[in-house]
Structures are given as structure tokens and as C-alpha cells.
């Protein structure tokens, strides 16, 4: 005995009903994707630095390598040579991925260029003075503090120290 087809009203409703569910399947996909890579991510975090890392007035004598400092040439990076240039600084052996900042005459600031918030690299805004994540649109200070969310933890900054033609980041291992 064979069995009759169901009436052709409900074919089509189980038909419209399998393309509207993959459709909104298919726009989900794509709005998940479209944040901060396939998959959300906590940010990384480093640990808090000391109170006084990137102030100028007490800027440390840099150390060796193997003491976590970090030489940058300003032959390599020329847009530090003059107050409110910056440059996006990363040497994958010290494990250092910074935005540094000529802050003013003599004065560096070395941030973590990740964004605490979404896992996404931030960027210097030079006629702002800032630091902002093109993915969710925190901004940061120049010393890492969260100027607006949705972040709500400061960017990990670094001693940065210019002697002669380079500035020496400290990155402690």
C-alpha cells in the first residue's frame, strides 16, 4: 500500500518553514562572525604594572635582554622621534606586541595592544590623543586607564626610556 503525498498547502509550508529557519541559521553565522573572529575570546591580560611604569620623571635605567628590556631603534620606527608620534612595536622573542607613544619631549608610553575587552588590536588616534579599539570602541588613555567602555580594564603598560637613538622597553618575563 503506498502512502499519498500530503496536500500541496502543506509541502509548501514545510518548505517555507526549512528556508526561513536556515536563513536566520545563516544570518546567525554571520553576525557571530562578525565581532572579533569566529569565536568570542576573553582578552589577555597581563598583570598590573608598577605605579610609576611610562612616567617620564622616573623613567628607569634600562638593564639587559635578560632582564626583560627590550631595544626599539628609532631608525626603525622613525614616527618616535617627535612628540605625539607612535608606533605599533612587536618582537615575538620577548614576547612584546605595544603601541608606543612619544608622549612628550623625552617622554614614552609603551601599551599592550590588545583591548582588555574584546581580544582586538587597539590603535593610536593622534589627533586625540588616544588609544581605541576598532572592534566595540573602548578608548584608552595614554597611560592604559579606560576613558569609555565597554572595557573596563586598563590596557597594561610598560617602562619605556629613550637613550640615544633607541627606547628600551621593560617587559618582565
Known sequence: MSRAPPPPHLEEVD???AL???LRCTCALAAAGAGCGGEWREAVVLDAPAPDAGACSEAPTPGTAGEGWVEVKLDDFPALREPGGAA???V???LLDVVVVHTSPGCYAALWRICTHGD???GWKPAEGL???????SRF???GRVLNGPATRPLTTFPAVRVGTSVFIHRPR
Request: charged fraction near 30%; glycine fraction near 8%.
Open 15 to 17: 518548505r517555507r518553514s
Open 20 to 22: 526561513r529557519t536556515l
Open 88 to 90: 605599533e612595536v612587536r
Open 92 to 94: 615575538p622573542q620577548a
Open 120 to 122: 582586538c588590536a587597539v
Open 131 to 137: 588609544l581605541e579599539c576598532p572592534c566595540h570602541g
Open 141 to 143: 588613555g595614554q597611560d
